[in-house]
């Protein structure tokens, strides 16, 4: 594999010596900065919406603030429509017919991917904004691409800090049935066993996204007799779990681990069924009162008259990245912006963070608490922030992980 | 391991999993029935039942009346909105070949996905519980939801309302009567406008019904209309065809096989369902309950005379080739990129056209064969470590071999049933693509696809799908030119026929079925080099359906169809994609507007003004 | 088992019975059609015509019994394999390639007869189109050769059926209610055309009939079944004169003599 991708770089060398040139010529002048962004906005808006909004409202800070060295940032944006294939063609017309400097987006790990991957085909900057699969910075990680939001791997490690601290060692586990659910599940389980070798996990549920079968899965992990649950299904299949399970009593006596449903995008759907005491990852927008996301949250709700989620911060967060990356390259090409964002650091709502040069995965972390019904809304408590570079594995795991880290 | 309780609690499960199946599923029935409208906005309808009940009953007392009172003026309202919709669009295709309908109906999905989400929001709308909601009863130490128990006491109780009205009412009679034999209804001077329209109202109705009764449990979202419409459909297939008790019972065997499946095969309870409808689709090609469809197909009676192209479009054809192969010459790599997507779409489309038009067996799941296609080439290079030449050779060779051993079971049936069994096997490869994520690489896919040196770049990638579409595209025409194809058009205009002269139409078919699926095979190994990567979305009932709509939009009955086809439907799409966040809305206002104004589709519409300009 | 020779009969058929449900559509009928003659098969609706014919074109199987075709067993074969032998069929209600044009049609059976049906390349209507041609123009159809067959005339229909049916050469044409649709005017030419083939080409003609004014006029011997059961055969006038035809025919009051 690795072969194949050596090849093709020294293959494309050549022909993108020619593109990049126009590039070059243009990084002279005052004209802004062309940044091409692709998302799943029709397929996905319950999320993609507010990380527009996010955005939006960066891109506005940024320019007030004169832009990038006296460059404004000016942002295309288009519709992939969830489906990667498209995503590949809008990123070609980006760079062709819009001559983006560099491309960003993303919501789906497939679509992050593909633009990865053709990112690294056309040797053009991609930074990743929400697509979670580790594969894009380790198995699949190129010179490239950067990525903004905690992996699967992060979140998943995030929660095994405090599912190690429960008594359960009877588990089970309910993960939506494709790539996500999958590594998500691996990943805490392994975390999990490595540091309490007396869990085991007996039974597992796959209900297929967007498919399940609420009462039958709540049913088939009740019989399991478990001690606690690993729960990594979202949206509309989480509703329907939280009711019959709520309604079955499967919630009750028993720890549950959720990932991402702290995040306002999932947890608002809850509304008064909010189960407490879940252990969840997510972003606890209405009390996290540091000045950098009261900031924020002040600007964001007074421009959108509505409350930030967990998309707002990461289209933020994305905007003020891509603008440290640029900052702190010395030109335009694509070399020179690669070696601009590693190690670049910036400011989010939730506190600094930088793309580690090791795996061009940021250190944005997310945050860890429970959850709780406050006026008949789901809320997250008791929480705390934990970096994304606090659970990385060591460097040495993740060059084998990552086979072109260097 | 399973006790007692256990088992009762599962069975309880199954049966309001069989009752949601139900209301849903007897609303496409009872319409496809009577007015043989495949109708593919049947989960839309669900879904406004879902946010109109949510608006309604959030605004009701919180009580089991007023929540009652809430779905009854839900059903009232999606019947108002079931029969403006048949008076308003569907009434006006009746005419047109019965596929057309799925195409006006395939319209409206879109629009509704786009309207629904400007009036309610985009984020899942959960309606509030009031303690009766959530209340349950206890059985051998577990708790069922009380809600589920109502579920599942309307389940026989609406079965035995609607099985009254069809058998006890005049209105009922003549409903089964139009079911049975539509033209005889007509011939005895019942308006079948006003049938059509009530029975259209009251599938909605029932479609509504399910929405709400999805609320206590779910939420209303906008993926919901996709979710619930492959359901109702494989619900409908399996209990065959306008037979409500058909629907019944496919509602219980397939409610129940899911709670227990969930048990026994965790992770293939998306499968399941869609094998359960094949191996019912092997044994009983009408479904459990259904009856031997009349005469005509799905594509009703178009049987327009086929001749060679006339010589001005030959040349016109020629003139384009020339200048599509100057066309790098001219073009920017992006415009290179568009243009090799829609060679590829061309082939995909004239491949569906092959089966589909001359062949007459229409197919739900054509995305089953590009995506074979694409996938073979991704593990010719990732297993294999193969050369682009393999890649390409094995696409449509693995989409052909499969396609010939699983057509044999589709060439026996015919009409919906033997569209929805290539449905069946699409979701099927699409489930093994999605989820065994250890072969497939799961919904991340398969990257690193890249094509030979020699045509990497956009040029030469663009001059060799050029070379290797058209030749497709021409190979397969000449197929149909050549006795083979008039054979395969024989046993569509008339099996009997073609039988009593001799001429093996079941082994036509296949070979046909087979070459249709490794040319799309071909135009999937040349996708996933285009891209470089393989993805399940080439799989999806998504992708299935940009194929029926290319070959729709550009005529069935003219041999240049699925070629206009999908030049126009790339293009606008494309186009669309890139202008507008409503592109959903706009795209399904376009293809409502072109089957009401060209109900023979592009080529055909244009086939038909330029004889009006020159008689015969 | 060949029981060939010169002298054997077209087609003979032995002890045929067909029952569906336990009802005997088709109770031991034996019969058999010489070369050259026009052998009419009649009887009251559900007399069981129609399941006899649709075993002879090899639609159904029989429960019992054989058919030979010339001398050659031809029990239970499929209507492909039947055609294959030598027999042309028409239908009641007609059965064409309606996206084809007339000549095109006649081409099919000519492509299927000379078993060219699996080529991919070379365009059909290059096949055997002055042979189709040449069957065209004893059934009066030539003229209209280009029209889609989807467009013609229900008695034109007919004759273009008759003429794929003479495609394959046949040695028997089983023809199902020739004349049904048609104009009163338009079946004794239909009838004298295939009266005047049977006898230069030598077939076998099977027809069933309704019209009582065409079995008389042109048929050679008349079967007559009822029930399933063959109660006789004879020439008209000897048909005309069994009692036990007009009784089926004219109810059970002619045989008691009510009058």
């Not at chain 1, 910036?346 to 944005?364: I, K, V, W, Y």
């Not at chain 2, 139900?22 to 007015?35: E, Y």
């Not at chain 3, 492909?80 to 027999?87: N, P, T």
Request: proline share 5%.
């Amino acid at each position: 594999m690795n072969k194949i991708s050596l090849s093709r770089r020294a293959l494309l060398a050549a022909g993108t010596a020619a593109l990049a040139a126009p590039r070059l010529a243009r990084a002279d002048t005052n004209a802004p900065i062309r940044i091409g962004e692709i998302n799943s906005y029709s397929a996905i808006p319950a999320f993609t919406l507010p990380y527009r909004n996010g955005w939006q409202l960066a891109l506005e800070h940024v320019n007030a603030a004169g832009g990038v060295g006296g460059r404004k940032l000016e942002v295309i944006s288009r519709d992939d429509a969830g489906k990667p294939q498209d995503a590949v063609r809008l990123a070609g017309e980006l760079i062709e017919s819009d001559k983006v400097d560099l491309l960003a987006g993303g919501f789906l790990s497939n679509v992050g991917l593909a633009l990865s991957d053709f990112s690294a085909q056309k040797q053009v900057i991609y930074i990743a904004g929400e697509p979670l699969t580790d594969a894009l910075v380790w198995q699949n990680g190129q010179k490239f691409c950067y990525r903004l939001r905690p992996s699967t791997y992060v979140q998943a490690a995030i929660l095994v800090e405090e599912a190690v601290k429960l008594p359960a060692k009877r588990w089970v586990s309910v993960a939506p049935n494709y790539e996500y659910g999958q590594s998500a599940v691996k990943w805490f389980s392994e975390l999990l066993k490595a540091r309490r070798p007396d869990v085991e996990f007996v039974a597992a549920q796959w209900p297929a996204l967007g498919h399940i079968d609420a009462g039958a899965v709540a049913e088939a992990l009740a019989s399991a007799k478990p001690e606690a649950i690993y729960n990594v299904t979202f949206g509309p299949d989480l509703t329907n779990f939280v009711r019959q399970g709520n309604t079955r009593g499967l919630f009750e006596g028993r720890s549950v681990v959720s990932l991402l449903t702290g995040e306002p995008e999932y947890l608002d759907p809850l509304g008064d069924e909010t189960p407490s005491g879940w252990i969840v990852t997510g972003y606890p927008w209405a009390s996290l009162d540091t000045p950098a996301h009261a900031a924020f949250r002040a600007a964001y709700q007074k421009k959108f008259n509505d409350y930030p989620r967990m998309g707002s911060v990461v289209g933020y967060s994305l905007i003020h990245a891509i603008a440290a990356g640029i900052g702190r390259a010395g030109g335009m090409t694509p070399d020179q912006l690669a070696s601009g964002f590693a190690g670049a650091a910036f400011e989010t709502p939730f506190g600094p963070a930088l793309f580690r040069p090791l795996d061009h995965q940021s250190t944005l972390g997310t945050f860890l608490g429970k959850t709780a019904l406050k006026d008949g809304k789901g809320v997250m408590v008791d929480w705390r922030y934990v970096d994304g570079a606090s659970v990385m594995p060591p460097d040495e795991a993740v060059r084998k992980l990552r086979p072109g880290a260097g | 391991m399973v006790g007692g309780g256990q088992l009762l609690l599962s069975l309880l499960t199954g049966l309001a999993d069989a009752a949601g199946l139900f209301f849903v599923a007897s609303g496409l029935t009872v319409i496809f029935g009577v007015t043989r409208v495949v109708n593919f906005a049947h989960g839309s309808l669900t879904m406004l039942g879902a946010y109109c009940g949510w608006s309604l009953i959030s605004r009701l007392p919180p009580t089991p009346l007023g929540f009652a009172l809430g779905t009854l003026a839900t059903m009232v309202l999606l019947a108002v909105i079931g029969a403006g919709l048949e008076i308003g669009l569907l009434r006006r295709v009746y005419r047109a070949p019965e596929l057309f309908q799925l195409l006006a109906t395939f319209g409206v999905v879109l629009m509704t996905q786009d309207i629904v989400q400007w009036l309610w929001g985009v984020e899942d709308l959960a309606l509030r519980r009031p303690p009766w909601l959530r209340a349950f009863v206890r059985l051998g130490g577990a708790r069922f939801p009380r809600f589920d128990l109502i579920v599942i006491a309307l389940f026989p109780l609406v079965f035995l309302l609607l099985w009254l009205v069809f058998t006890r009412t005049r209105w009922g009679r003549l409903v089964r009567a139009a079911t049975e034999d539509r033209e005889m209804v007509a011939a005895l001077g019942v308006d079948q406008r006003l049938l059509f329209t009530s029975v259209f109202a009251l599938g909605a109705a029932l479609a509504g019904l399910g929405g709400v009764l999805m609320l206590p449990d779910a939420s209303a979202n906008l993926g919901m209309d996709l979710t619930t419409v492959t359901d109702a459909f494989v619900v409908v297939v399996v209990g065959g065809l306008g037979s409500l008790p058909g629907a019944a019972a496919a509602s219980l065997l397939i409610g129940l096989l899911q709670a227990f499946g969930i048990m026994l095969v965790p992770r293939a309870t998306l499968a399941l369902v869609f094998v359960v409808m094949a191996v019912v689709l092997v044994l009983r090609p009408n479904g459990l309950l259904g009856r031997p469809p009349g005469r005509g197909g799905v594509l009703g009676e178009v049987r327009a005379l086929v001749r060679p192209a006339p010589h001005v479009l030959r040349w016109l054809g020629l003139a384009a080739l020339i200048l599509a192969a100057l066309a790098p010459l001219l073009l920017g790599p992006y415009a290179l990129a568009v243009g090799t997507e829609m060679l590829i779409a061309m082939l995909f489309a004239a491949s569906l056209h092959f089966m589909m038009g001359p062949g007459g067996m229409v197919s739900f799941g054509h995305a089953a064969w590009f995506g074979i296609g694409a996938y073979a080439s991704a593990f010719a290079v990732h297993l294999l470590a193969a050369p682009m030449p393999v890649g390409l050779l094995l696409a449509p060779l693995a989409a052909g071999l499969i396609a010939a051993l699983f057509g044999a079971f589709v060439v026996r049936l015919s009409g919906v049933y033997l569209a929805m069994l290539t449905l069946a096997f699409a979701q099927i490869t699409w489930a093994i693509a999605f989820q065994w994520v250890d072969l497939t690489g799961g919904d991340n896919g398969i990257l690193g696809v890249w094509p030979a040196r020699l045509v990497a770049g956009p040029r030469g990638f663009y001059w060799l799908a050029l070379t290797l579409a058209v030749a497709g595209t021409l190979g397969l025409r000449a197929v149909l030119a050549a006795p083979f194809g008039y054979t395969l058009r024989g046993g569509r205009d008339s099996r009997v026929r073609a039988e009593a002269i001799g001429l093996p139409v079941t082994a036509i078919q296949l070979t046909a079925f087979a070459l249709s699926a490794a040319a799309a095979g071909l135009a999937g190994g040349l996708y996933a080099y285009a891209k470089g990567s393989v993805f399940p979305t080439y799989i999806s009932l998504g992708h299935s359906v940009d194929a029926l709509l290319m070959v729709l939009l550009g005529g069935v009955a003219t041999m240049s169809g699925p070629i206009l086809g999908a030049l126009a439907y790339t293009g606008l799409y494309d186009v669309l994609l890139s202008a507008t966040s409503l592109w959903r809305l706009a795209l399904g206002a376009a293809i409502i507007v072109l089957v009401l104004a060209a109900p023979e589709g592009i080529a055909g519409g244009a086939l038909k003004l330029w004889q009006r300009r020159r008689p015969a | 088992m060949t029981r060939g020779g010169p002298e054997a009969p077209v087609l003979a058929v032995a002890g045929l019975a067909k029952a569906f449900g336990g009802v005997a559509a088709v109770a031991e009928v034996s019969f058999a059609v010489a070369r050259g003659e026009m052998l009419a098969l009649i009887g009251p609706n559900g007399a069981g015509k129609s399941t006899c014919f649709n075993i002879l074109s090899g639609q159904i199987r029989p429960d019992r019994g054989a058919v030979y075709l010339n001398g050659e067993s031809v029990t239970g074969l499929s209507s492909r394999a039947i055609w294959r032998r030598g027999v042309g069929r028409t239908f009641q209600i007609t059965a064409t390639f309606a996206s084809m044009t007339v000549r095109e049609n006649v081409q099919m059976a000519l492509i299927s007869h000379h078993r060219r049906v699996w080529r991919f390349l070379r365009p059909a209507r290059h096949y055997f189109a002055a042979e189709a041609d040449a069957l065209l123009a004893p059934v009066g159809m030539q003229d209209q050769a280009e029209r889609a067959a989807g467009e013609l005339a229900y008695g034109d229909l007919k004759r273009l059926e008759l003429a794929i049916a003479l495609a394959n050469a046949p040695r028997l044409l089983l023809m199902d209610e020739p004349t049904a649709g048609m104009a009163p005017a338009e079946r004794g030419g239909l009838m004298a055309l295939t009266r005047r083939l049977a006898s230069e080409r030598a077939i076998a003609v099977l027809f069933t009939e309704h019209d009582m004014d065409v079995v008389f006029g042109v048929a050679d011997r008349i079967l007559v079944l009822d029930r399933g059961r063959l109660i006789a055969a004879g020439s008209g006038a000897e048909i005309r004169a069994n009692p036990e035809v007009r009784a089926v025919y004219l109810g059970s009051g002619a045989t008691s003599g009510g009058h």
